[in-house]
């Protein structure tokens, strides 16, 4: 069974910074790229960042390149994303999902609140 846990999320105050983590499991983690997406209140999903199997392709979406950045360690079947100057429009639950710019809900979700 595919299983992925998203951790990390929580409450900051613009500019500030947070690294969200996705466990995975029940299938071959370091054979897929990841992708990570994200719903803010009453909206729909949207996607966010992408990497591939190994971890040297990625890409993000234009609201947050240069700000976050994906990564991923195969050996502990984790993806990551460091999300760095956060701006209230980053506040979302955010999910990550197999495939390459995959916009569905993997997990749970862990809920980004940016707000003074």
């Known amino acids: 069974e595919v299983q992925l846990v998203e951790s990390g999320g929580g409450l900051v105050q613009p500019g500030g910074s947070l690294r969200l983590s996705c466990a995975a499991s029940g299938f071959t983690f370091s054979s897929y790229a990841m992708s990570w997406v994200r719903q803010a209140p009453g909206k729909g999903l949207d996607w966010v960042s992408a990497?591939?199997?190994?971890?040297?392709?990625?890409s993000y979406a234009d609201s947050v390149k240069g700000r976050f950045t994906i990564s991923r360690d195969n050996a502990k079947n984790t993806l990551y994303l460091q999300m760095n100057s956060l701006k209230t429009e980053d506040t979302a639950v955010y999910y990550c999902?197999?495939?390459?710019?995959?916009?569905?809900?993997g997990g749970q979700g862990t809920q980004v609140t940016v707000s003074s």
């Open positions: 999902a197999p495939g390459w710019k995959t916009v569905i809900k």
């Open positions: 990497i591939n199997w190994g971890g040297g392709g990625t």
